[in-house]
């Protein structure tokens, strides 16, 4: 997938990602459930010399966990209450 970027800065750019349609569960996760979303990004200014893919992983750091180990991402899921309070 191709996404347009905006230049923040001569460091920082910012695109949308793809909006992923999920049911939400109030009981708890299932096996079917994502806990995490990744996405391989690089980027470029001609279309056609990219640069070095990173990896990018989104997810709730307040019940799910996610460590590096080498080019393999492990995220577990932590025990958590979630509650409507603020």
Same mark, same amino acid.
């Given at each position: ?20 349609? !999920?049911?939400?569960?109030? =009981?708890?996760?299932?096996?079917? $459930? ?6 391989? /990004?690089?980027? +470029?200014?001609?279309?056609? !010399?990219?640069?070095?893919? =990173?990896?990018?992983?989104?997810? $709730? ?6 460590? /590096?180990?080498? +080019? ?15």
């Amino acid at each position: 997938m191709t996404a347009i970027a905006e230049m923040e800065t001569m460091l920082e750019i910012t695109c949308l990602l793809p909006i992923v349609k !999920t049911r939400r569960s109030v =009981d708890e996760i299932s096996a079917n $459930d994502y806990i995490a979303r990744g996405y391989h /990004v690089s980027v +470029s200014n001609d279309g056609v !010399t990219y640069s070095e893919e =990173d990896v990018l992983v989104i997810y $709730d750091s307040t019940c799910v966990n996610c460590t /590096v180990d080498g +080019s393999t991402i492990i995220c577990d899921v932590q025990v958590c209450y979630l509650t409507n309070e603020f």
